[in-house]
């Protein structure tokens, strides 16, 4: 039997305007289509057997071609499964959702279609411009500010547009907007009606830039606007100045970087976008477990110590254990140690309270935490390619140390577009020493931060590293994690 497809919008960017439906739909998924313009957390909810495919364009780059996203939906359907296609917005407002549908019916699949917050109403009450308003606007035009306005088709199309009686919302149209405005002026719209361009609107960083049709194109061009953006024209957009609302936020309008693997990065980069940061995510770390399938059972009687460096270092021992059809008992008969907090919270979540935790997240801490614990034999669970603190000070105690490479972290080459954006941001955060080295190896020997940025160091550890490669930490975390770094970012940003 057919499976069915489900045509969701997800809205304009803020989580917390999922719909319900949305939701229930992302849990139960087999697969999920997904665009760029989703919610950063979107697909937190979904199976972890789900098959998650990215469908949308890379700024400037490729997109998956709408046929290819078509017989996929078409094809996976047939084959039984559950199909989410996830949209930004609302799936019927520029979002091909009425192709797609249509595409569905000729092929005789069932679908379901799920509205959206569309980005124009999104936006617009998140910047506190009412589309309507007694008085001011009696009706609201969703325009595409795709079309060229020189062509002649195109001429007539705002000529209508500039008599249309109400407020006029344009979307896609940030880079032609110099183009649409001067159309609309030209066919008699007025150079002085209000007129706001919101940025980035529900999301974390969103900001209004406020003028009018006349001055638009120029205030856009220089607060350096960027896509996604839906432009506002009409008497309502100048409610914004007396009815905008959200708060403003410590970080907002700076950009950070942050260059940890992928995996571990959304806890900072979620915590910086709270803030009101635009976060450029530039992994330049992969972690591999080592764990191949034929290794022998891990055998963990032997210690009365067992000692983690790092929640990556957790994951692979549980992958390890689990592979064998073992479980948290493997560690029953050892005290459990962790360096730093991130690394005890891992294991808790594996139910193992660890006996004793390195306040950092440096060795030396736990090596100082261990001073009074009595050990005859120990086993460092690591990275392939880490520090001999822990083991060397162990050893110097008489103790016996086995150590074991669990992972190993390679470098992730980082696409041209990310490498500029990270080279260009107002913040990098360094969280440890390999994303240093890392980074300067992704980014082709040469870091090549511009002058402005400022580096963010999680620690002493790293900032040497960072120095060892000829850059120089502008601020340098007191605690070394991801609050430490938050810290003291805020720090900076508020002293400058
Ligand atoms: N189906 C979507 C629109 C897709 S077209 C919807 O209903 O919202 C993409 C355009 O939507 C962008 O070019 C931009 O104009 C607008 N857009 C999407 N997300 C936005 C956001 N968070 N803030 C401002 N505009 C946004």
């Known amino acids: 039997m057919s499976g069915r497809v489900h045509l969701v919008g997800a809205g304009p960017g803020d989580p917390g305007l999922l719909t319900a439906r949305a939701l229930e739909l992302i849990a139960e998924a087999d697969i999920i289509l997904y665009d760029r313009l989703i919610p950063p957390s979107a697909l937190d909810g979904a199976?972890?057997?789900?098959?998650?495919?990215?469908?949308?364009?890379?700024?400037?780059?490729?997109?998956?071609?709408?046929?290819?996203?078509?017989?996929?939906?078409?094809?996976?359907?047939?084959?039984?499964?559950?199909?989410?296609?996830?949209?930004?917005g609302d799936p019927f407002v520029f979002g091909r959702g009425g192709e797609e549908a249509l595409t569905l019916r000729a092929a005789g699949i069932p679908f379901e279609v799920v509205p959206g917050v569309t980005a124009g109403v999104g936006a617009s009450a998140y910047a506190g411009i009412p589309l309507t308003h007694r008085g001011l606007a009696s009706a609201v035009a969703l325009i595409t500010g795709h079309e060229d306005p020189d062509k002649d088709e195109a001429a007539s199309h705002w000529r209508a547009l500039a008599a249309f009686p109400g407020t006029l919302v344009l979307y896609m149209g940030v880079r032609r907007l110099p183009d649409?405005?001067?159309?609309?002026?030209?066919?008699?719209?007025?150079?002085?009606?209000?007129?706001?361009?919101?940025?980035?609107?529900?999301?974390?960083?969103?900001?209004?830039?406020?003028?009018?049709?006349?001055?638009?194109?120029?205030?856009?061009?220089?607060?350096?606007?960027?896509?996604?953006?839906?432009?506002?024209?009409?008497?309502?957009?100048?409610?914004?100045?007396e009815l905008s609302w959200l708060p403003v936020r410590p970080l907002a309008g700076r950009s950070v970087a942050v260059t940890r693997a992928r995996a571990q990065a959304s806890g900072l980069a979620r915590r910086l976008e709270a803030l009101g940061a635009r976060v450029v995510q530039a992994p330049v770390i992969r972690i591999r477990s080592l764990s191949e399938p034929d290794l022998p059972p891990l055998d963990l009687s032997p210690y009365d110590l067992i000692c983690l460096t790092s929640a990556n270092g957790v994951a692979a021992l549980f992958e390890r254990l689990e592979a064998a059809g073992g479980d948290a008992r493997a560690l029953a008969g050892a005290k459990v140690a962790a360096?730093?907090?991130?690394?005890?919270?891992?294991?808790?979540?594996?139910g193992i309270v660890a006996d004793v935790v390195g306040e950092s997240f440096v060795a030396e801490s736990l090596v100082e935490a261990l001073a009074d614990v009595e050990v005859k034999r120990a086993l460092v669970a690591r990275a392939r390619e880490a520090r001999d603190v822990l083991p060397d000070a162990l050893r110097a105690r008489g103790v016996e140390v086995d150590v074991l490479a669990l992972y190993e972290t390679l470098v992730e080459p980082l696409p041209p577009l990310t490498l500029e954006a990270a080279r260009q941001a107002d913040y990098v955060t360094f969280t440890s020493s390999s994303t240093v080295r890392f980074f300067v190896q992704a980014a082709g020997g040469d870091a090549g931060l511009s002058p402005g940025t400022r580096i963010v160091s999680i620690g002493p550890v790293t900032s040497r590293t960072l120095r060892e490669h000829g850059m120089e930490p502008h601020v340098e975390a007191a605690r070394h994690d991801v609050d430490g770094i938050i810290e003291a970012l805020l720090a900076d940003v508020t002293s400058a």
């Open 339 to 350: 360096v730093g907090a991130a690394t005890a919270a891992a294991l808790s979540e594996h």
């Open 47 to 88: 199976r972890a057997d789900a098959e998650l495919l990215y469908v949308g364009k890379e700024r400037g780059g490729p997109s998956v071609a709408q046929e290819q996203t078509e017989e996929l939906m078409v094809s996976r359907a047939r084959e039984g499964k559950t199909v989410v296609r996830l949209k930004g």
């Open 180 to 241: 649409i405005a001067a159309a609309l002026m030209a066919a008699g719209r007025p150079g002085s009606e209000p007129t706001a361009v919101v940025e980035g609107g529900t999301l974390p960083a969103q900001r209004t830039i406020s003028a009018t049709l006349e001055t638009i194109a120029e205030a856009v061009r220089r607060e350096a606007v960027n896509p996604p953006s839906i432009t506002v024209i009409g008497p309502v957009a100048a409610l914004a100045e």
